[in-house]
């Protein structure tokens, strides 16, 4: 933190999953999936994301085995360039440019030095399938400007274009046609549906395309829910096609089977179908996938499929049709409701999950924790059904308590409301519904929270709706002789002169509540319940309220329609400063007496934190977002960081993470992105190299030991271990993948020479030690028995190692370079 | 991947008493047989031994009856004057009673005429009781004094004059044969020890005792006088443990119920309440016709008998719970079916593959999970369920609703289908908790079956009920509102300054309806 800091706008986990088919490795290990600008690698028995292949400065648009060595995989992006890399290390190996926006990204095992990807060059709606001559070369930067156009007029959606039967034709879809290139005679032959306009077949537009792998086979998904399976298509007039009907909605994607004995299809009933032998009578389902299907992809080995879905999941299916694993992002398809909270216990951010579920999703570990069912209700998917939406909801009593409010609105007269409250139950690690309350109110409740106040015996709870009133629930004991048990009633109805209760808000110590109404802020005992003052700006309706923390508790926060915000003291009873801002969002930070309050105008959103007592800002920062900010919470730290600045000292405690109109999720950071990102990448390297069995742990820990004395030792000998890094050769042979590097015993040689023949004795000196060493420990490894030899050795090597320190004799250099020459063998085991 | 979510049966809270276990188990008695006796009940007591007969003590004479009869099997009426708390010894043989001129008089059952008088009370003996070694009766009268008696000799060993006015109630203990209780009228309840001459205990009560009670143990005494109940830890030397206070008007009589579970007290006020003796805590409420003097429970709560003031005896049997067994037992598969495979030991290399529990679905819900709407609401719509489970049935209908498939399920039914729906919205409709539901329903109803009207009498016949029913509800409705108006005028005058007081109002779940055609 010695450099000036600078605080950036990040964006921080939650990328989408599903934009793309996920890819599956060879051997079914792992399956790759775009994340945005980055590609990720999970692993398929654990959920784990392995790693993060980022290099792309655009969003990928497409990743493919290279179907010659199935240990690289492709992967295009926006911004022009297609990348070639070692997954199962995460190393860039080339980068191709290609120097136009890359839509999607094809390979076929025949083509063996093009792939095939999708451009569009003159007009914005245009889109071309082009080859890609991919020029053999050493350097890790290759131009590759040698496109070959293929097919003209094509969807940009990869789902409509298919390679089929090795290779020999190339199938693409668009609206109601389908066109086939066949390469070898390079001729297009075009298949038009009736796209009447008649009703009967006003829905046959193509969605999606995929091919036999072995057969003269091509299958297509339509709209209205039917899957064509075209054969016979060499000839324009003796094709022929037969239907498969099981949805009733769009097919969203085709897959077939490796072998070509069955087809999957998806779409919005979130059921998988299984088409056996391409009959309609042989047919399995997986159903309740939970969401719409939108990618289908099967792995090279057959064993696995995958489906990913609109709630941002993948789940990994086996082949018998049973789910095995689920991926699960940060579910983000339908409007947010509830805003961003944080769970006290697990700190996890909670927010509208699935239809129905509030999803917990850990910030840390860009995972999603858990689903919690509310509604539990079946969702019944069909498009144009008011579905019941969770509006509201707030943890109460560090985080003992759920509070949720769910409503549909049929007309406008026809609200159901229900309220439900949650316990946390220590026993089952879960929240269990407690009371469930219907009609609270008797219109839209518009704001719901908790007394937090620490001392407070009997949780309490306020909602205020538009019916006026604003209803205080306390919880209750009924129990009996016959069971324990607690429920919520209701306290208190209270409301002021009739208007629209619009926000209500406790204050830190629980002893005064704040209601808005409409352009009124009442503020009432808590206690007694007795209204005490209200306060009116005439500056529009009330849209947040807030109180003041710690040494600010006097202040009481609004921000109205209009664009004012108010200071209220609350021993003068009387406004201390206002200040003219739209805000949009209003956060108190729990760890201090910060607000945070995003602004909205024409050109973007504005940060301004501040503290109630004085009206000056702490810190603006200027444009963090050209979209509107929608909701804003502040997460406290594990660990405090230290800003020395004074500008930054608000982020300290806690950060700041506010979720924009089209659902990014994006915080503030100091942190370059590569300071940020590599001790995850350092951690998961060590554990992926580590595979923790009970013998591990053994080992592990004696090992760490020796680690941790040999690192004492070099200290003592003020030589670092990082050294070898500074040498090229070293470098270059310890970080190219094994499978590319030329044999050990070319390798050998050069390698030692390098070590030997630097101008730096002392750096030249360390590195054999260094080498003796580990080649010791794997002996060690290997065998634990020979305690004594390694003792043996041990004294050796410390003798050796002063020794050079002091000088290097002749012979003893000589003996050096023997003892090296010897065991090279573990060079390739690198 | 979730399963099936069984739709949510909205709930409505039961109204009037909970059901509990001693809900079940206290109304569980047949209708009572009432028994006229000559004046007001005072006493009932059951013999300890079967087959269970039980005296009782009305005006001049005592009853004995036998557990189903109604008539009297013995009368002992050998009384110059009202008769007083006629007690079974503990082998059912004897039989003890004071009389309101002083004296106490031992029967045998099998005979008429007392075998012993014990002359020496001077005034009305209201307490009479058997000591635990079978030998000895104590007594207890309006001179202030309690005497213990010899049975073999019938002379009066020993005098306690300690009380300072009348002892209206008193038992012997069980297991000591020397000790006994008596309240009285001082507000005093004292225990006394037949070695020691002298009380041994006294408690406060607080009001003239009328009633008290030695658990078997000895070790909790309850006392009851004036509206209180009182429980004393005798162990701790008399401490209160719990002051009981649910009656109206004074407690007269006190029983254990044979577990020893459950406390019942009797009172004035027509009631007979029934505690836990764990928590104290009212379990259950029995309702008499008139005052309640008296109270005994049969052998294992069988009958419960109580006597009233207007000299009504009423007598509950037990319900007999052979019935159940009587229906002919199914098939069921033999004990070894289930054993197998369940005591099979895992082997090393055996891989145990759990198989999920299945999750009961209900009927409708079968048919809803298979999309078969119309099948689903047939299924709700039969009378067994809509009678019995009315919120089942709009639950569904709800549901459908929510699904966007209720016209579909609604549509092409025929007369006799029709009218089942038809019928369940005329009973259902005017009710709030189901009106917004309903009355969706019948919108779409009506829309479906308009062209049709006129073709069938039966179910012209149901819409026009239907409309009558909406038109009453639309009459009563503005009634309501004219109240409410009425209401908010009188409040807005009494109002106080402060604009906390509140006014709740009614949901008036109805909202404007509309017209029905037919």
Redesign the interface.
């Known amino acids: 933190m010695v450099e000036k800091e600078n605080i950036r706008v990040v964006r921080c986990g939650g990328s989408e999953l599903n934009f793309r088919r996920a890819v599956f490795s060879a051997d079914s290990k792992y399956i790759f999936c775009v994340s945005g600008d980055f590609v990720k690698v999970y692993s398929t028995v654990t959920e784990e994301c392995v790693h993060i292949l980022h290099g792309h400065r655009n969003l990928v648009t497409g990743i493919q085995l290279n179907p010659n060595n199935h240990l690289q995989l492709y992967s295009s992006s926006l911004d022009g360039t297609i990348k070639l890399w070692d997954y199962i290390d995460g190393i860039l190996i080339k980068t191709f440019t290609v120097g136009c926006k890359l839509h999607a990204l094809f390979t076929v095992a025949q083509a063996e030095d093009s792939v095939f990807a999708i451009v569009n060059k003159e007009k914005p709606d245009i889109f071309q399938l082009v080859s890609v001559k991919l020029p053999k070369s050493s350097s890790q930067e290759v131009e590759a400007k040698e496109l070959s156009f293929v097919l003209d007029y094509i969807n940009q959606s990869p789902k409509c274009i298919a390679f089929g039967n090795e290779g020999v034709y190339v199938a693409a879809v668009r609206e109601f046609y389908l066109s086939v290139y066949f390469f070898k005679k390079k001729t297009t032959s075009r298949f038009t549906l009736s796209s009447s306009r008649n009703k009967k077949h006003a829905k046959n537009n193509f969605t999606c395309v995929a091919c036999h792998p072995t057969e003269d086979c091509i299958a297509s998904g339509h709209m209205d829910g039917k899957i064509r399976l075209w054969r016979n298509f060499y000839d324009d007039k003796k094709y022929t096609y037969t239907c498969l009907h099981w949805h009733h909605d769009m097919v969203m994607d085709l897959a077939f089977s490796v072998t070509g004995t069955s087809l999957l299809s998806g779409g919005r009933e979130s059921v998988l179908v299984e088409w056996r032998d391409a009959t309609e009578k042989n047919k399995e389902f997986l159903p309740r996938l939970g969401a719409t299907i939108e990618h289908i992809s099967v792995s090279p080995a057959g064993d696995l499929f995958c489906t990913s879905h609109s709630d941002n999941k993948i789940i990994i299916i086996h082949r018998n049709l049973e789910a095995s694993a689920v991926i699960q992002g940060l579910v983000k398809d339908r409007s947010i409701f509830t805003g961003l909270m944080i769970d006290p216990r697990t700190k996890a951010l909670v927010l509208n999950g699935k239809p129905g579920h509030l999803q917990f999703y850990s910030l840390q570990s860009d995972k999603q924790l858990y689903n919690l069912d509310i509604i539990q209700q079946e969702y019944i998917n069909d498009y144009g059904l008011i579905q019941i939406e969770l509006t509201k909801a707030a943890f109460g009593c560090f985080g003992n308590w759920l509070a949720t409010v769910e409503q549909r609105q049929e007309k406008e007269t026809e609200l159901e409301l229900q309220m439900k409250l949650w316990m946390y139950n220590k026993k089952t690690q879960g929240f269990i519904l407690n009371t469930k309350i219907n009609m609270p109110h008797e219109d839209c409740i518009t704001a719901l929270c908790f007394c937090n106040a620490e001392k407070s015996e009997q949780p309490t709870l306020v909602t205020a709706s538009k019916d006026g009133y604003f209803k205080v629930w306390i919880l209750t004991d009924d129990s009996d002789i016959y069971k324990k048990a607690v429920g919520w009633t209701c306290d208190f109805v209270g409301s002021y002169h009739k208007y629209q209760a619009t926000n209500c808000c406790f204050s830190e110590d629980g002893s005064l509540l704040a209601v808005s109404f409409e352009e009124i802020v009442t503020i009432w005992d808590s206690i007694t319940w007795e209204l005490k003052c209200t306060f009116c700006q005439r500056a529009g309706k009330i849209r947040h309220l807030c109180f003041g923390r710690l040494t600010c508790s006097k202040y009481l926060l609004g921000a109205t329609e209009n664009g004012i915000l108010c200071c209220w003291n609350l021993l003068s009873c009387a406004l201390e400063w206002n200040a003219k801002l739209n805000v949009r969002v209003m956060e108190p930070d729990p760890n201090s007496e910060n607000i945070a309050a995003i602004s909205q105008s024409s050109v973007g959103s504005d940060l301004f934190v501040f503290k109630p007592s004085e009206p000056r800002p702490l810190y603006i920062q200027k444009g963090i977002s050209r979209e509107e900010v929608q909701w804003g919470v502040f997460v406290p730290r594990d660990v405090p960081e230290s800003f020395t600045s004074e500008a930054y000292q608000w982020l300290n405690r806690s950060q700041f993470y506010f979720l924009t109109k089209s659902q990014s999720l994006l915080t503030f950071s100091t942190k370059s992105p590569e300071e940020k990102l590599t001790p995850t990448s350092k951690q998961l390297l060590a554990e992926e190299s580590l595979p923790t069995t009970p013998f591990y742990f053994i080992l592990g820990k004696h090992r760490q030991l020796q680690d941790e004395k040999l690192n004492e030792t070099l200290e003592n000998e003020l030589v670092q271990l990082p050294l070898t890094e500074n040498i090229p050769a070293v470098s270059e042979l310890l970080h190219t993948p094994a499978h590319v590097l030329p044999s050990a015993a070319f390798l050998c040689s050069m390698f030692v020479n390098s070590l030997l023949l630097s101008k730096e004795t002392k750096s030249a000196k360390e590195i054999p030690e260094d080498v003796d060493m580990e080649e010791e420990k794997e002996s060690e490894d290997s065998d634990e028995e020979n305690d004594f030899i390694e003792k043996v050795q041990d004294t050796n090597n410390t003798g050796l190692g002063e020794d050079i320190i002091h000088q290097l004799s002749k012979s003893e250099e000589k003996e050096l370079r023997k003892f090296r020459k010897i065991d090279y063998s573990w060079i390739a085991a690198l | 991947?979730?399963?099936?979510?069984?739709?949510?049966i909205?709930t409505y809270p039961i109204l009037g008493e909970k059901i509990?276990?001693d809900t079940l188990y206290w109304n569980n008695y047949k209708t009572p047989v009432q028994i006229k006796e000559f004046g007001a009940v005072s006493k009932v007591d059951f013999s300890p031994q079967p087959p269970y007969n039980y005296a009782v003590t009305a005006s001049s004479r005592i009853h004995i009856y036998g557990r189903y009869s109604q008539e009297p099997i013995k009368t002992f009426s050998r009384f110059k004057d009202t008769a007083y708390c006629a007690t079974f010894r503990q082998d059912g043989r004897l039989l003890v009673a004071g009389s309101e001129d002083g004296g106490v008089q031992l029967f045998d059952i099998s005979g008429r005429a007392p075998l012993r008088q014990f002359e020496g009370h001077t005034k009305a003996v209201h307490t009479v009781d058997f000591t635990a070694d079978k030998y000895h009766v104590v007594s207890g009268a309006d001179d202030y004094t309690v005497k213990l008696w010899d049975i073999p000799n019938s002379k009066e060993i020993l005098t306690f004059k300690e009380h300072s006015d009348y002892v209206r109630c008193g038992c012997a203990s069980k297991l000591n044969p020397d000790l006994f209780i008596t309240g009285s009228y001082d507000h005093t309840v004292k225990m006394f020890d037949a070695r020691t001459n002298t009380s041994v205990l006294s408690v406060e009560h607080g009001q003239p005792v009328e009633s008290v009670l030695l658990f078997p143990s000895g070790g909790l005494l309850v006392s009851a006088g004036g509206r209180y109940v009182k429980v004393w830890d005798m162990l701790k030397g008399g401490q209160l443990l719990v002051s009981l206070k649910n009656h109206h008007k004074t407690v007269t009589c006190l029983c254990l119920s044979s577990s020893g579970q459950r406390l019942l007290s009797g009172s004035l006020d027509r009631k007979v309440k029934v505690y836990?003796t764990?928590?104290y805590?009212v379990?259950h409420s029995f309702d008499y016709a008139a005052s309640i003097l008296s109270l005994a429970l049969a052998h294992e709560d069988e009958t419960i008998v109580v006597g009233m003031t207007n000299g009504i005896l009423s007598v509950k049997h037990r319900k007999s719970e052979a019935k159940k067994e009587s229906l002919p037992r199914r098939r069921r598969p033999a004990y070894r079916t289930f054993i197998k495979g369940k005591n099979y030991m895992k082997q090393r290399d055996d891989i145990l593959i759990n198989r999920p529990a299945k999750k009961h679905l209900e009927l409708y819900d079968r048919d809803?999970k298979h999309f078969r709407i119309s099948k689903a609401l047939d299924r709700v719509l039969d009378p067994t369920c809509t009678i019995k489970t009315p919120e089942i049935t709009v639950s569904i209908i709800k549901?459908l609703?929510?699904?966007?498939v209720l016209a579909n399920a609604l549509a092409g039914r025929d007369e006799k289908e029709i009218s089942h729906v038809l019928n369940f919205l005329i009973r259902h409709l005017s009710q709030p908790r189901f009106a917004?539901v309903l009355i969706?329903a019948a919108e779409i109803i009506i829309d479906i079956y308009l062209p049709v009207i006129g073709q069938s009498p039966v179910v012209d016949k149901k819409f026009l009920l239907l409309q009558g029913l909406v038109e009453k509800e639309i009459d009563y409705q503005r009634e309501l509102l004219e109240t409410l108006g009425m209401m908010d005028m009188l409040f807005a005058t009494m109002r106080r300054k402060?604009?906390?007081s509140?006014l709740?109002h009614t949901?008036d779940g109805f909202?404007e309806n509309k017209k029905i055609e037919s």
């Not at chain 2, 991947?1 to 949510?8: D, L, N, Q, R, T």
């Not at chain 2, 609703?401 to 966007?404: A, F, S």
């Open positions: 991947m979730a399963g099936y979510k069984p739709v949510a909205q509990t276990q836990s764990t928590a805590k379990v809803l549901e609703n929510r699904r966007g917004p969706n402060e604009g906390t509140v709740e949901s909202p």
